[in-house]
């Protein structure tokens, strides 16, 4: 199946920072890719759909002045995190597809922000 | 969103089979996913259906489709210990957004 990466896998931060993770599709070109966030032994909730070349579009309660993402290309998108602070901890997953039926997901970016 | 609801641990002796149900509330559905997440790591499809079908099965995976119902339920044959994860039903329809159940912590035993 299709590879999609997350970098970093891990990240910790000081409150107040900026944080940016980067999601790619390595061997497929993604028209669409989804940023969810997880909180530990929950469900994973769609913070936005982003489509290359155009603004995201964020889900119901999702800020989007906090939660930057750029569709830059067709293999990259960036999700970052303004001024974090420790309720942003989280584990953050994007999944990209090419307009087919499967999402493909990246292995995922734990933040902690201290 | 839509809800989509699952029970949240299922314990299984090794060589059992694992059944772990879900139930989804959106009608238009095109879609309904099974995913496994191991700790610390993203998600792994292990098989889909689409809404038009009963049943479908790949291995040791058997998927269930009631659609009067809006349930849909994954029968792990032989479980084994490697099984033990977190596995996710999903479901989505055309403009590929997906929403999740809350996940079914599935713990194989020797």
């Known amino acids: 199946g299709a590879v999609v990466s997350q970098h970093p896998s891990r990240v910790i931060c000081k409150s107040g920072t900026s944080v940016k993770i980067e999601c790619r599709s390595l061997d497929f070109q993604a028209t669409t890719m989804f940023w969810y966030r997880q909180f530990p032994k929950q469900s994973l909730m769609l913070m936005a759909t982003s489509n290359e070349g155009s603004k995201a579009t964020y889900e119901q309660g999702v800020e989007k002045d906090k939660f930057l993402i750029n569709h830059a290309s067709l293999t990259l998108s960036t999700l970052t995190v303004t001024s974090a602070h420790p309720e942003d901890s989280s584990f953050y997953i994007c999944?990209?597809?090419?307009?087919?039926?499967?999402?493909?997901f990246g292995p995922g970016t734990r933040l902690t922000v201290l | 969103g839509e809800d989509v609801e699952q029970s949240l641990f299922l314990s299984v002796r090794e060589g059992d089979s694992s059944v772990i149900n879900c139930t989804y509330t959106?009608?238009?559905?095109?879609?309904l996913y099974w995913y496994k997440q191991e700790p610390g790591a993203g998600l792994q499809l292990l098989t889909y259906i689409f809404s038009n079908m009963d049943m479908k099965q790949d291995q040791r995976l058997t998927v269930l489709l009631n659609k009067k119902d809006k349930h849909l339920s994954l029968r792990i044959a032989d479980t084994q210990t490697g099984d033990s994860a977190i596995y996710f039903c999903?479901?989505?329809?055309?403009?590929?957004?997906?929403?999740f159940g809350a996940g079914t912590t599935v713990t194989v035993r020797a």
């Open positions: 999944s990209a597809t090419a307009g087919f039926d499967e999402q493909f």
């Open positions: 999903a479901e989505g329809s055309n403009d590929y957004k997906l929403s």
């Open positions: 959106d009608s238009s559905s095109t879609y």
